[in-house]
């Protein structure tokens, strides 16, 4: 299974570099089944959620699997 995670950096981040401990918010999304599948539901629970990168910020999808929460 692959997790899905939402995350708003800002634009002084490297991507490599925006994670979970670096992100100013995150946001769970629901579980999937491959990384194709991570990332079409990653961008439409980025747009039905509450999280909007203003000026100055990026979202990222994280797509990951196994029992990492990183």
């Not at 800002?10 to 979970?20: D, G, H, L, V, Y």
């Not at 946001?27 to 000026?55: M, N």
Request: hydrophobic letters at 35%; a neutral charge; proline letters at 7%.
């Amino acid at each position: 299974m692959t997790k899905i995670m939402i995350l708003i950096c800002s634009i002084a981040t490297p991507i490599e570099e925006c994670s979970p401990l670096t992100a100013l918010s995150s946001a769970r999304g629901p579980d999937a089944y491959s990384a194709i599948s991570c990332g079409l539901f990653g961008q439409a629970q980025l747009a039905r959620s509450p999280l909007a990168p203003q000026t100055n910020e990026y979202e990222k999808i994280v797509c990951s699997t196994g029992g990492s929460r990183s």
